[in-house]
């Protein structure tokens, strides 16, 4: 995408994207972890790159290939993914949280391999805290009041309430600028190449992405934070 001038949209302009998984260590062999790949928060990265920005791309438990002319950081756990996340932001035009960031962690971790006792009937019971909101302290604690910060939400409808509904509520109490709500089901989101999303923006407004590969989702992510960025 050129402005008028010829130049990418986003050239001059620095943006930092969360991808993959997080992973709460319970010992040294065991975590509690969940099934994003990565791929949606890659290909954001590899699409802000295309357009001109610099980007630092926080990359949780991944092992897709590092997008060429992006700055990978690695972690591992919510806290260290929020750790990396709010460094990065300090300089930054626009935040993305694509990362499925762990809820809760185990409250105790063992140093040594938890063994399985010698009677069987005995299983141990996990306890589990909660872990900090990434998106929602980097929504209220901006470096500048330009900054655009974008969330992702997968979400199922329910009793109490559609799929839109429940993004409409999580946008609100994110207090971030978008948020892509995916609808999760059979074949949609996780694992696969393809997503399909509805993108809802404070201002009211709802653009629907049909389903197609994740770079042309990036794309449309771009085009609306472009169009939020204030002119440089
Ligand atoms: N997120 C975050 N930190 C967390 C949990 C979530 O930054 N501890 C971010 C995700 O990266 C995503 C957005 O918040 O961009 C929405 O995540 P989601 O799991 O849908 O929302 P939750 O607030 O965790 O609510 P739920 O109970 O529905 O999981
Ligand atoms: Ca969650």
Redesign the pocket.
């Known amino acids: 995408v050129l402005t008028h001038g010829g130049e990418p949209d986003l050239a001059g302009r620095h943006v930092v994207v969360?991808a993959g998984g997080t992973r709460e260590h319970l010992d040294p062999v065991r975590f509690l972890g969940n099934r994003s790949s990565g791929r949606q928060g890659y290909a954001l990265a590899r699409a802000a790159a295309a357009r001109g920005a610099r980007v630092t791309l926080v990359a949780a438990n991944v092992t897709l290939d590092d997008p060429a002319g992006v700055d990978v950081v690695r972690v591992t756990s919510?806290a260290e993914?929020?750790e990396a996340?709010v460094a990065a932001a300090g300089a930054a035009d626009a935040v993305?949280?694509?990362?499925?960031?762990?809820?809760f962690r185990p409250a105790a971790y063992a140093d040594q391999k938890i063994k399985k006792s010698a009677d069987d009937a005995e299983a141990p019971v996990v306890r589990l805290e909660?872990?900090?909101?990434?998106?929602?302290?980097?929504a209220a604690h901006r470096p500048h009041g330009g900054q655009v910060v974008?969330?992702?939400?997968?979400?199922t409808g329910d009793d109490s309430g559609d799929v839109l509904e429940?993004g409409r509520a999580?946008l609100a109490?994110?207090g971030?600028d978008l948020?892509?709500v995916n609808e999760v089901g059979a074949d949609r989101g996780f694992e696969s190449a393809q997503n399909e999303a509805v993108i809802l923006a404070t201002d009211g407004t709802a653009v629907p992405v049909p389903h197609g590969p994740k770079s042309a989702l990036a794309h449309v992510v771009w085009d609306l934070v472009g169009a939020r960025l204030p002119s440089p």
Do not use: I, N, P, Q
């Not at 993305?96 to 809820?103: H, I, L, N, P, T």
């Not at 909660?130 to 980097?138: E, I, M, P, Q, S």
């Open positions: 969360s919510a993914l929020g996340m993305v949280m694509a990362a499925a960031v762990a809820d909660r872990t900090g909101d990434v998106l929602a302290h980097l974008v969330g992702f939400a997968a979400e429940h999580k109490a994110k971030c948020l892509v």
